[in-house]
């Protein structure tokens, strides 16, 4: 029952932007901290952006941080991640997050930056 569906995802030119959006079902949304991950082909998996249970606190990686923004809005139950300015290495597969009492993911979506 518990779901997290990323969306969002798809390809654009460096320089660009997209949103990403992670909707949350089946478990008490504003007690969990939310993040994006990344994985590209290759590499590890890449802790991207967090966001605490209540949108308060915010953390980004080095390599992201002054371009993405993460929010959340409770009352829709999903996590947003504006990503501006992107870039070729940017280009993974992003996944929704969540964490508490439980560890729940998302399937990923695809984010190809490219000229």
């Known amino acids: 029952q518990v779901q997290l569906v990323e969306s969002g995802g798809g390809l654009v030119q460096p320089g660009g932007s997209l949103r990403l959006s992670c909707a949350a079902s089946g478990f008490t949304f504003g007690t969990y901290a939310m993040n994006w991950y990344r994985q590209a082909p290759g590499k590890e998996r890449e802790l991207v952006a967090v966001?605490?249970?209540?949108?308060?606190?915010?953390n980004y990686a080095d390599s992201v941080k002054g371009r993405f923004t993460i929010s959340r809005d409770n009352a829709k139950n999903t996590v947003y991640l504006q990503m501006n300015s992107l870039k070729p290495e940017d280009t993974a597969v992003y996944y929704c997050?969540?964490?508490?009492?439980?560890?729940?993911w998302g399937q990923g979506t695809q984010v190809t930056v490219s000229s």
């Open positions: 997050n969540a964490r508490y009492l439980k560890v729940y």
């Open positions: 966001i605490s249970n209540t949108g308060g606190s915010t």
